[in-house]
């Protein structure tokens, strides 16, 4: 058929076709639309950025299987664990509650504990929502979407810190305290952190400097920085374990994995002297590296028994 004898309407039509088949081939590239979340069945989510056409509008999408961490498996940190425990109660009863900043050691149980809160409260309304750093931007549509909710919401913000140059801390401050708007009353953050202060400081900005370069008013700079972390309500500090609690630490681990007690001297000091040794070779004595050695050393009694 000639080109020209061609109408309209049937370049219309051909031209509609092609588009309807653009459009398929692309919705392959587009991610899956985000299912709005059932809070009564769900006790967790992140709020993610998912790649696609779309990437870059974050969406909650919920957590198949939780974390679960029992209270009563955390160890050497009892003062903390109260602490935080009577906020989050507080919370969950539709009393006043602080955002909470714990603080110091890594490997401590800093971020055990604030899952061991959902484990504690879930039937009582509480839910975890995890937010990354990079997503500190999107605060605001996070409690938008939390607003009136039935149930009671911690975003939890692990292993905080801010560079110099680095954004996001900004909409952190906003939220905590700052902001024209109120905060949800259903809504707390507990963040963790290896820095009290959340951001760096130098040691140059002791001290006065006329290099042209400096800051006239350097105290002004460490207060800007030390802001963010004053907004948090309620401070725990976590510190290094001892040997004592590590050992303890070990102990509880075993027990959780169903590894009985050693029923001879011999036997409690060759696993006291393995234990340590386990730490010795990591450098680090914790509570995350007695959880470690707890499942190398239950495994490894498993594997054996098979055998």
């Not at 952190?193 to 040691?203: A, C, G, I, K």
Request: charged share 25%.
């Amino acid at each position: 058929m000639n080109v020209k004898s061609i109408t309209p309407e049937a370049r219309w039509l051909k031209f509609l076709e092609r588009a309807e088949t653009a459009l398929a081939r692309a919705e392959g590239l587009l991610p899956e639309s985000p299912v709005p979340i059932d809070w009564a069945k769900i006790p967790a989510a992140r709020w993610e950025r998912r790649q696609g056409i779309r990437y870059g509008r974050g969406a909650l999408y919920p957590v198949a299987a939780p974390h679960a961490v029992s209270l009563d498996r955390l160890v050497g940190i009892d003062e903390q664990k109260a602490r935080i425990d009577q906020n989050t109660r507080q919370f969950v009863a539709g009393y006043p509650a602080n955002n909470v900043l714990l603080t110091g050691a890594p490997g401590t149980g800093k971020s055990s504990l604030v899952k061991a809160m959902l484990s504690c409260y879930q039937k009582h309304g509480l839910r975890l929502i995890e937010v990354d750093k990079g997503d500190l931007f999107d605060l605001p549509k996070i409690l938008e979407s939390l607003q009136g909710a039935a149930q009671r919401f911690i975003l939890f913000c692990d292993d905080l810190a801010f560079d110099v140059q680095e954004g996001g801390y900004r909409e952190l401050k906003a939220v905590l305290d700052g902001s024209i708007t109120a905060p949800p009353e259903n809504v707390l953050i507990y963040a963790t952190s290896n820095r009290r202060h959340l951001m760096p400081t130098f040691f140059y900005e002791n001290f006065s400097q006329n290099d042209g370069k400096s800051e006239i008013h350097p105290d002004e700079a460490k207060e800007e920085k030390m802001a963010l972390a004053e907004r948090f309500g309620l401070w725990i500090s976590f510190y290094p374990f001892s040997e004592d609690e590590y050992l303890a630490a070990v102990a509880g681990w075993l027990t959780h994995h169903k590894i009985p007690s050693p029923k001879t001297a011999a036997a409690s000091e060759a696993l006291r002297l393995e234990a340590l040794q386990w730490a010795r070779l990591r450098g680090s004595i914790s509570g995350r590296t007695a959880w470690q050695f707890a499942r190398h050393y239950a495994g490894h009694k498993a594997l054996c028994f098979k055998s």
